[in-house]
């Protein structure tokens, strides 16, 4: 994944021209499927969501052209700016989860230990586990009078937290499972990074006398940056769009709820609870801008800090 | 899985053999057995008729109705609750069943009342909920107190979820759980208050007689008697009287067979009817699914039929004998009383004569988020009574104004 991110540095392709006639016709056959899903699950949803965001929509369907009145009702309520907040407030956090799983990647990956494959499936395993098996398991574990987190705490003497209904530490706590959901995968990008990393160059450090402190912070992590940089605008683009874990999480009655929403439950209230999937698609366009900036910043930014080998 | 199904279910007509088929949809899957058993019984009367039964979970059944619905591939037959019924009934997506020979006199009154629209039957009973106190027989005499009784007061409530209360120990009197039906909508009732209009235009929460029957909740949550929001949250108070900590706990009758069986409390599990409050009246929100045709089915009329036969004696009889829900077809119901032999289920029988039917508007889940969310603050001693409420009512009225 990470070679597809070197594009100055890739080997010189072969021009479409290059490629003889049958040649294009085979690869038209097998791009097809993927390219027709693309089309019919991907393209045309947002080509009618920001129809849709210009339209009054009915339960049942009935469109009437409204002009930029979804937009103006969605911003001028202050729901639109609290779930946005939220949702900043999770990426920012998710994004701690990259260099945690960097190290864990290098630290499994150190050659000679023991039980490796154990480690790698146990940090794996949260990512098999369904959301909703992963979101009850830590609602007991959180649990404000009978959770194992809370009985510690009074255990040495601290009070318990109200962990998911006390505004902002819930979307905190939220953040950290679903850092912890998603660890597996990023060590597993990480792992293929580091097998990218020629033996000789940490050979060569360590010669230099480079302790493994030096060799990980002056080697692997510059070395590491384009798989970093990969994992950051996965990672932003994610969590900008985090529902789950918020709507398994968060109950209907929670007294935070309404102070605990992110972009994308507030669409799936205003959408399917409301009915006025008008309203839901102007949030989602306001979501899909937002994304799309976020994402050309961070590409903007890597010119700073990835090195390309 | 269930949308496959969903979708393989939804042509309504053409069997290979030149019979009709009509699909039937529903979310609970513990009812699906004795509802075939009802549907066998409909196609034994009406031999070129096949019924398929799909079952779609609860939390996504009306986001896939209602997208069936749009598309045009809906169900022919399905269960519709008082929250979403006017959605349906008001955009023309239900079938009057009052040309089908229906007797609203087979039913309780505040069931045809939530299921009439525009002065016609659009849905037919299925069945019905009142709410009740289960209370803990050993923690009433713990405390030295009078079990609870047919004429008892809020006072009395009052008093004993006080008494009770030991949060040192886990142990609460009751608990003010945020759902409407269950707890406030009831007792601002009692106190003579509605939480909307009649015809379902305009709030009833900025009234004194509102304000009366959420402080009531909100009081006990502030004196200990009740958990606070943020434990109810965590543990669902259903839970928390299974496990014999909870002295008093307004549910609705669906939870008796699960209450009565729990081992914790089976022994000393007793029921009582709502306390009576200031207006000296112990009113109970009354709720029950219907059975509704779809406008689009392409067999109205023997989806109409089928919908009003599903809600009919002899179906009626077949779902009493399982005790999961009191069927609403008039005299059929002493079945589920006596399955529930431990307890005395008839007072969720008897809370239908006084009952009212729960309040719903044309497009009541869209109020239910806000009205929720300022009840909470409410409870939680976030807003007072008063500001709150009035709030409420300004932002329920924008919404109503919307409908």
């Known amino acids: 994944m990470t070679r597809q991110l070197r594009g100055r540095n890739a080997a010189p392709r072969r021009s479409a021209a290059q490629l003889s ?25 947002i080509i009618r969501g920001i129809y849709l965001s210009f339209q009054d929509v009915g339960p049942f369907g009935g469109e009437t052209f409204v002009g930029i009145d979804n937009f103006v009702e969605v911003f001028s309520e202050p729901d639109l ?6 949702t900043l407030l999770y990426a920012v956090i998710c994004l701690i989860g990259i260099p945690v799983a960097m190290i864990i990647a290098v630290l499994i990956n150190t050659k000679g230990l023991k039980g490796r494959s154990l480690f790698r499936v146990l940090f794996f395993l949260p990512v098999v586990t369904m959301p909703v098996a992963v979101a009850l398991v830590w609602r007991l574990l959180l649990n404000v009078d009978y959770g ?48 990218g990393i020629p033996d000789t160059l940490i050979e060569a450090a360590e010669l230099d006398g480079a302790g493994p402190v030096r060799r990980f912070v002056s080697v692997i992590v510059p070395l590491l940056s384009p798989t970093t940089f990969l994992l950051s605008v996965l990672s932003v683009i994610a969590s900008m769009q985090v529902f789950d874990l918020i709507f398994l999480m968060i109950d209907p009655n929670n007294p935070a709820q309404s102070q605990s929403q992110s972009l994308v439950s507030l669409f799936y209230t205003r959408g399917f609870l409301q009915h006025d999937l008008g309203a839901a698609a102007a949030i989602a366009c306001v979501l899909l801008a937002i994304i799309l900036v976020l994402s050309a910043i961070q590409f903007r930014l890597q010119r700073r800090w990835v090195h390309y080998e | 899985m269930v949308a496959a199904l969903a979708l393989a279910g939804c042509s309504s007509s053409g069997g290979q053999d030149g019979s009709t088929t009509l699909n039937y949809t529903i979310w609970d899957q513990n009812q699906e057995p004795a509802l075939r058993e009802v549907a066998d019984e409909f196609e034994a009367q009406n031999p070129n008729v096949d019924v398929e039964i799909t079952v779609i979970p609860s939390k996504d059944y009306w986001t896939k109705i209602q997208t069936q619905m749009s598309a045009g591939t809906g169900p022919d037959v399905f269960w519709v609750n008082g929250p979403n019924f006017q959605l349906y009934a008001s955009n023309g997506q239900l079938a009057p069943l009052d040309d089908t020979g229906i007797e609203a006199g087979d039913y309780p009154e505040s069931l045809v009342d939530l299921y009439t629209y525009d002065g016609s039957l659009y849905g037919a009973p299925k069945d019905f909920d009142t709410i009740g106190v289960y209370y803990n027989k050993a923690l009433f005499d713990a405390a030295g107190l009078e079990y609870p009784a047919a004429g008892w007061t809020w006072a009395d409530f009052q008093n004993a979820a006080q008494k009770i209360s030991d949060p040192a120990n886990g142990v609460y009197g009751t608990a003010a759980a945020p759902y409407g039906q269950m707890t406030y909508y009831n007792t601002i009732l009692q106190a003579g208050g509605e939480v909307i209009s009649e015809d379902g235009t305009t709030s009833g929460y900025d009234t004194p007689e509102a304000a009366e029957g959420v402080q009531f909740w909100a009081d006990l949550i502030a004196n200990g008697s009740s958990p606070t929001l943020q434990q109810l949250t965590d543990t669902w108070p259903g839970d928390t009287f299974s496990s014999g900590k909870m002295g008093m706990f307004l549910d609705g009758s669906w939870a ?41 089915s392409e067999n109205l009329e023997l989806a109409k039929e089928f919908a009003v036969f599903l809600s009919g004696e002899e179906a009626a009889g077949i779902q009493a004998k399982t005790a999961t829900v009191i069927p609403a077809f008039n005299g059929t119901q002493q079945a589920w009383v006596d399955a529930l032999s431990t307890i005395d289920a008839q007072v969720f029988l008897d809370a239908v004569e006084t009952g009212a039917p729960l309040p719903i508007s044309k497009n009541t889940t869209a109020w239910v988020p806000v009205e929720e969310d300022y009840i909470k603050q409410i409870l939680s001693g976030q807003l007072d009574t008063e500001t709150g409420l009035k709030e409420l009512a300004a932002e329920m009225n924008d919404l109503l104004a919307k409908e």
């Not at chain 1, 006639?21 to 949803?45: D, E, M, N, Q």
């Not at chain 1, 700016?81 to 939220?86: K, P, Q, S, W």
């Not at chain 2, 008796?256 to 709502?274: M, N, Q, R």
């Open chain 1, 21 to 45: 006639r049958g040649r294009a016709w085979w690869a038209v056959l097998f791009i097809g499927p993927a390219g027709l899903g693309l089309v019919v699950f991907y393209l045309w949803p």
């Open chain 1, 81 to 86: 700016g609290r779930a946005l907040l939220n």
């Open chain 1, 148 to 195: 194992v987190l809370n009985l510690s705490l009074r255990a040495i003497g601290l009070p318990g937290v109200a962990w998911l209904s006390t505004p902002v530490v819930n979307m905190v706590v939220i953040a950290i499972v679903g850092i912890w959901m998603g660890l597996g995968t990023q060590i597993i990008i990480f792992t293929a990074g580091l097998q």
């Open chain 2, 256 to 296: 008796a067979g699960t209450y009565s069986s729990a081992e914790a409390i089976a022994d000393v599990i007793g029921v009582a009817p709502l306390p009576i409050g200031p207006t000296g009246e112990n009113t109970s929100v009354v709720h029950g699914l219907a059975n509704a045709a779809s406008a689009k």
